[in-house]
């Protein structure tokens, strides 16, 4: 069993739609959560990062960590074609060292 | 240009050749990291350093050598190329927070 699992799509969604993209993990030592977002031949970028459980909001981007379930989301209100990419989660634990592991990614398409 | 900084971009060679990937960054983050994104797999640790002189094996460490003498520097080098490292890598930095900054990548084809 992988530690984080991410469907990897592809999801199509109209525009204007909400968009939920989700992770789960295995490993209850995972503390720090993040969202990057992949376009096409290039670096991920950083969309949001939580610390423990909850939700975050940044505009149109909502992440939510549900640590009891293992269980991570990120949601897009009002999505736009320029939505469209590879979304990764990733998890970080900071136990003596620290270890990062990446989703594979969702490749999502919003459509005009 | 502030920021994180790949080169070659492309770069293509034959099995059994030496290649060296560059990374420079220019925040001076302690943290640096290599990692090969392929198909199916994701984004997989080749390497990592937490400062100058200090760096540390990933998950997929095997045929790859580090260094990293000053703090912008982390050149990643394939002592002898297979074909199983063709792949996209990407060297990344962090700074305070646990939030990574990518670089663009280095798309690397091994004949």
């Known amino acids: 069993q992988k530690e984080v699992e991410q469907d990897p799509g592809p999801l199509s969604v109209p525009e204007g739609a909400i968009v939920s993209l989700n992770c789960t993990y295995s490993n209850s030592a995972f503390q720090y959560f993040m969202w990057y977002r992949q376009y096409s031949r290039k670096g991920p970028e950083l969309l949001m990062y939580t610390y423990s459980s909850g939700n975050k909001e940044d505009g149109r981007f909502t992440a939510q960590v549900d640590k009891s379930s293992k269980y991570i989301s990120l949601f897009i209100r009002d999505s736009q074609p320029s939505d469209s990419a590879t979304y990764l989660c990733?998890?970080?634990?900071?136990?003596?060292?620290?270890?990062?592991?990446f989703g594979a990614g969702t490749r999502l398409f919003v459509k005009a | 240009d502030a920021g994180i900084t790949q080169s070659p971009r492309y770069k293509i060679t034959e099995t059994g050749r030496q290649v060296t990937l560059m990374c420079h960054q220019t925040?001076?983050?302690?943290?640096m990291f290599w990692y090969r994104q392929d198909l199916g797999h994701g984004l997989r640790l080749i390497y990592y350093?937490?400062?100058?002189?200090?760096?540390d094996k990933g998950e997929v460490p095997d045929g790859y050598v580090v260094s990293r003498s000053k703090t912008e520097n982390f050149p990643l080098t394939l002592e002898s190329a297979t074909r199983s490292q063709t792949s996209v890598y990407f060297c990344?930095?962090?700074?305070?927070?646990?939030?990574?900054?990518f670089g663009s990548g280095t798309r690397l084809t091994v004949v």
């Open positions: 350093s937490a400062a100058a002189d200090i760096t």
């Open positions: 990344a930095s962090m700074g305070d927070a646990y939030g990574y900054t």
């Open positions: 990733a998890m970080t634990a900071h136990t003596g060292g620290f270890k990062t592991i």
């Open positions: 925040w001076s983050h302690s943290y």
